[in-house]
C-alpha cells in the first residue's frame, strides 16, 4: 500500500551521500529539492553548499515548488539549473529537468526530504530516489501535517528494509 511512497534509500543528509560511488554506478543527473533537502528553510545558499556543488561532478537541476524568486537566486549562487513552481508530484516537470540537464530518468537521481511530494513524483517519473532528513524542524504547517503521515509510512519502509524504526 505505502511502496508507492518508499525511497531507494534513505539517509542522514544530501552531504553524506557518496556521488562518486553513484557516477561509477552509472547516474549522469541528480535533481535536488531545495528547502529542508540541501538548506533550511528560506535559507541562501551557504559556503558548505557552495562545496558541494562545486565538488558534486554531475550535471544538476533544482526542482522546487516554490516561486522563482526563491529557486533563481539559490541555482544561481551554486551555478545550477533549476525549475521552480514545479507541481511535485506532477511528474511533467522531473521529466523536464532531465531535458535540461541532458539526462535519461533511468541515469537520475532525485534527493528531496518530503515523501508524498519529492519521492512520490519522482519515482513516478522513473527517477532513482534518495530521502533524506530534514535539515531543519521549522517547517510551514501543511509540511509539519504532512510529517505525521509520513513517520507512518517511514515506519513500514523501515520494517520492510529490517531497520528498526
Not at 51 to 79: D, H, M, T
Not at 86 to 105: E, F, L, Q, S, W
Request: glycine share 6%; with cysteine; net charge positive.
Amino acid at each position: 500500500m505505502f511502496r508507492s511512497f518508499f525511497p531507494d534509500e534513505y539517509l542522514d543528509s544530501a552531504y553524506v551521500i557518496n556521488y562518486e560511488k553513484l557516477y561509477k554506478e552509472g547516474y549522469r543527473g541528480l535533481l535536488f529539492d531545495i528547502d529542508n533537502t540541501i538548506v533550511p528553510h528560506g535559507a541562501p545558499a551557504d559556503e558548505r553548499t557552495k562545496k558541494l556543488f562545486r565538488k558534486i561532478g554531475f550535471q544538476y537541476c533544482f526542482v522546487s515548488n516554490n516561486q522563482k524568486p526563491r529557486v533563481e537566486p539559490f541555482a544561481r549562487a551554486v551555478e545550477g539549473n533549476f525549475i521552480e513552481n514545479a507541481h511535485k508530484p506532477a511528474v511533467k516537470n522531473y521529466r523536464k529537468a532531465c531535458r535540461v540537464i541532458g539526462t535519461d530518468p533511468d541515469r537520475t537521481i532525485f534527493v528531496g526530504d518530503q515523501l508524498f511530494t519529492d519521492i512520490y513524483g519522482a519515482k513516478r517519473a522513473g527517477i532513482r530516489t534518495i530521502l533524506v532528513k530534514p535539515i531543519h524542524p521549522k517547517e510551514e504547517i501543511q509540511i509539519v501535517l504532512k510529517r505525521y503521515l509520513e513517520k507512518i509510512v517511514l515506519h513500514f519502509y523501515q520494517k520492510e528494509e529490517g531497520k528498526n524504526s
